[in-house]
């Protein structure tokens, strides 16, 4: 079944949205979300093309110790389960980061700005895609461009230790 999904994703484009959006947030919401994300990320991409660039990106920076897309799915595993919203917020939170991406004198990248045009990148597309209610974009929004502790769930003592505040662009 696997092997059919990932050959015919690209078919799901002919699916109609409300469909989409209805089975989006059933496999966010649902437990294992991260196990599913990271095997079928075609699927995302086919469906959210704006995840697309998270795939394999590598972070190359000492506070991720993982590619964009892992990240991104420990994060979404990271907020409560049937919270739709978060988790929805969670999946598209740093979609900015590729386009954002410098990286200083010793190697490592950085993000600035990253929050904000996760937000830029998300709002239309998305919108359009799962056609969101307005409530839910606000909500949506509001984490990506704050990093909120909700959705970013590092203790503040990991900050503090980081000399940041929680959530900071890095």
Sequence with gaps: TARAVHARCHDLTMVAQERIFAELKGILCAPGAAEQMEAFSDVFAVI????????GFNQNNPHHDSNAWLHTA???????EGDAALRLAAL????????????DAQGISHFYGHNQRSAEL???????????PVVWWSSWSRSM????????PLPVAFWQ???????ADY
């Design 48 to 55: 959210l093309p704006e995840v697309a660039p998270l795939i």
């Design 74 to 80: 420990r994060t979404v595993s990271g907020v409560p």
């Design 92 to 103: 598209l939170h740093d979609t900015g980061k590729p386009d954002c991406c410098t990286t």
């Design 122 to 132: 998300t709002h239309q597309p998305v919108c359009a895609v799962i056609q969101s």
């Design 145 to 152: 461009t704050t990093h909120c502790p909700r959705l970013c």
């Design 161 to 167: 230790r980081q000399g940041r505040r929680p959530c």
